[in-house]
């Protein structure tokens, strides 16, 4: 069974920075792409960012690109988030997910960003 | 990179077809075929109901399909049941190697 399981996220304010994990079993990690996604109740869902299990190769939303980096331990098959200069308009809850065909999604862990 | 365009709400009885249709560029759907349709209820995470433009999953519907024409694709219920009011979001890879949302449609079964 897929499972995808997020932590880390928390209360924190403008400008500060969050790690979040995304702990990954039941399939072959390396021949996956493992995405994030947030969701809001007023923007929906929002692409963050991806990363290839086996080599690394990643890429980012514009809105996000400079500020969050997204990186993977193969040997624990956990995806990461390091999210920097936190703006209010990347609250939501952020989801990892794993590629198409079938998009397994995680329930998601709360970040706010507020002072 | 911009989300892809969806209507924001429809509608329609028991019983009827509905399309919700996504609109993109000639960057993103008009330049591969993968996109997916998620279903997502209040309080759930996503559901994927299509995936690349017109596979259903194993144990979804068939009153589920997709399609596509140049940079618009679109997803159809045929035979709308009451467990189908929820909002529906398209996904398309772009050429840049990026992926992008649509907006959402909100589904009401009147």
């Known amino acids: 069974e897929v499972q995808m399981v997020e932590s880390g996220g928390r209360l924190v304010q403008p400008g500060g920075s969050l790690r979040l994990s995304c702990a990954t079993s039941?399939?072959?990690?390396?021949?996956?792409?493992i995405h994030w996604v947030r969701q809001t109740p007023q923007t929906g869902l929002v692409w963050v960012s991806r990363?290839?299990?086996?080599?690394?190769?990643?890429h980012y939303a514009d809105s996000v690109k400079g500020r969050f980096t997204i990186s993977r331990d193969t040997a624990k098959n956990t995806v990461y988030l390091q999210m920097n200069s936190l703006r209010a308009e990347d609250t939501g809850v952020y989801h990892c997910?794993?590629?198409?065909?079938?998009?397994?999604w995680g329930p998601g862990t709360p970040v706010t960003v507020s002072s | 990179q911009s989300a892809l365009t969806q209507s924001a709400s429809v509608s329609g009885s028991p019983g009827q077809s509905i399309t919700i249709s996504c609109t993109g560029t000639?960057?993103?759907?008009?330049?591969?075929?993968?996109v997916s349709w998620f279903q997502k209820h209040p309080g759930k995470v996503p559901q994927v109901v299509i995936s690349?433009?017109?596979n259903r999953p194993s144990g979804v519907s068939n009153r589920f399909s997709g399609s596509k024409s140049g940079n618009t694709a679109s997803l159809t219920i045929s035979g709308l049941q009451a467990e189908d009011e929820a909002d529906y979001y398209c996904?398309?890879?772009?050429?840049?190697?990026?992926?992008?949302f649509g907006g959402g449609t909100q589904l009401s079964v009147l």
């Open positions: 997910v794993r590629d198409r065909p079938l998009w397994e």
């Open positions: 000639s960057s993103d759907i008009g330049a591969n075929n993968y």
């Open positions: 039941g399939f072959t990690f390396g021949v996956y792409w």
């Open positions: 690349d433009v017109s």
């Open positions: 990363i290839k299990g086996d080599d690394g190769t990643t």
């Open positions: 996904i398309s890879f772009s050429s840049s190697g990026t992926w992008a």
